[in-house]
Structure formats: structure tokens, C-alpha cells
């Protein structure tokens, strides 16, 4: 080993790792805040606006077969205005975070911040046009809420946090099953993973409950919580630059 090797400084780790490493790091807890929030917006949109997600596709493209089928009375338009509308959102939140990459704080604050004013915006129209499944109304409100969810996960899937999607926990679970000690796996990462199933069962659970007042109030929690977070995250940034 040359001196130079022996001197030398280990480069960091990337964040997401850090942030996987610790479950009470500032971006760990960001992300399960997000995940709590997933529970919420696809209560609203699965029980309020006719069987559809906007944060879960894979279920949307499910739903959208059965639809197709005309099996369950199941909607065929809703499910395209959400894929659509996410996959707009994904764009967004894919050209932001390249502009963005050099800049993690600003790219976190930009992405919550579009996705405040979007569900801010679904809340609105939610309180002022009471929307209903398969009307126009309807399907805005949707679009709104799966454009907020698809620049999230663009920005989520940018930040790479193992396990931490905040919207799909499918090889969440997997990784748990699969690494538990009882399948002889090492365990390690078994709270972070639980604790993204159970904050998104707990969201689900608080948006079923909000929704038997109407769509407005778990819309405006959802932003809320997307503003929240936000703020509380930047906050911890500059503490720690500090």
C-alpha cells in the first residue's frame, strides 16, 4: 500500500445507503412520512373515485384488464387517466432530477413542492366540485393526485433508498421474507422494511377513516404531510451543513 492510499480520505457513502443504514436519518424518516401519505392518496382514489389507484400502477394496469374484460363493472377510462397522468408526472420529476442532481436539498424541495401544490390543487377541486367516479371531475382529480405521485417516484427512485419506494412495497416484502433469519438470511434491514409496510397500512387506514367526511380533508392531509415533510427535511439539511 503507497502512502498515498494510506492517507487517503474514504469516499462517502451515497445517501441512500446513509440513509439505509439508519432508520431515524432525516431521509429514512422523509421517506416513511411519504409512504404513510401512498396510504392516503390511494384511499381516495381506489374508495372515493371508483376502484383506481394513482400511486400504484401495477394495480391500475390489473384493473385496467379486468375493465377491459368487463368484469366487476370495473372502469376502463379512470385507469388510463391515471397512468397517463403519472407518467407525465414521472417525466417531469425524471428531467428534474437530472437538472437537479448536484443539488440534493433543492431537488427534494422542488419535487415536495410540486407535489404540495397538486394535491393542494386536488383538495380544492374536491371541496369546490364534489367530484364522483367516471365524470370529468372525477378523472382531474385523479390526474392531479397520479402526476404528484409520479414525480414523487421519480425523485424517490433517484434518491435510491433500499426498500423505500413509499409507493409499491411488493420486493419490500419480498426482501423481508426473503433476508429474514427464519429463511436464514441475515436479518439485517428487517425494521426499515416493516416499518415502510406498517406506515403505509396506517395511512391507509387514516384515509378510509377521513373519506367518510368526503374527498377534501385526507387531499389536504396528503399535502399537508407533502409540505411537512418537506420542510422538516430542509430543516435537517442545513442543521447537518451547518
Known amino acids: 500500500m503507497s502512502s498515498a492510499d494510506y492517507f487517503s480520505v474514504p469516499a462517502p457513502r451515497p445517501l441512500g445507503e446513509q440513509a439505509a443504514a439508519h432508520l431515524l436519518h432525516p431521509l429514512t424518516l422523509t421517506l416513511l412520512a411519504l409512504t404513510f401519505s401512498t396510504g392516503i392518496v390511494d384511499a381516495v382514489s381506489y374508495l372515493g373515485l371508483g376502484h383506481v389507484f394513482t400511486a400504484n400502477m401495477t394495480g391500475n394496469v ?3 384488464g379486468f375493465g377491459i374484460a368487463g368484469a366487476g363493472g370495473l372502469q376502463i377510462v ?3 387517466v391515471s397512468m397517463a397522468a403519472f407518467a407525465v408526472g414521472s417525466g417531469v420529476g425524471g428531467a428534474m432530477a437530472r437538472r437537479l442532481a448536484d443539488r440534493h436539498p433543492t431537488h427534494v424541495a422542488y ?4 407535489e404540495t401544490a397538486l ?12 367530484p364522483h367516479p367516471a365524470t370529468f371531475t372525477g378523472d382531474a382529480t385523479i390526474a392531479l393526485m397520479a402526476a404528484a405521485m409520479g414525480i414523487r417516484n421519480a425523485t424517490v427512485r433517484r434518491l435510491a433508498v433500499p426498500d423505500l419506494t413509499t409507493t409499491v412495497l411488493t420486493m419490500t416484502l419480498t426482501a423481508l421474507a426473503a433476508e429474514s433469519t427464519i429463511a436464514g438470511g441475515s436479518g439485517k434491514g428487517t425494521l426499515r422494511r416493516t416499518s415502510a409496510i406498517v406506515a403505509m397500512l396506517a395511512g391507509a387506514v387514516a384515509g378510509a377513516l377521513m373519506l367518510r367526511t368526503g374527498l377534501t380533508l385526507p387531499l389536504a392531509c396528503a399535502a399537508a404531510l407533502a409540505l411537512a415533510t418537506c420542510v422538516a427535511y430542509l430543516s435537517a439539511e442545513r442543521r447537518a451543513s451547518a
Do not use: D, E, Q, R
Open 78 to 80: 379512470a385507469p388510463i
Open 111 to 114: 419535487a415536495l413542492g410540486l
Open 119 to 130: 394535491l393542494g390543487c386536488a383538495a380544492v377541486l374536491a371541496a369546490a366540485a364534489h
Open 62 to 64: 390489473v384493473l385496467l
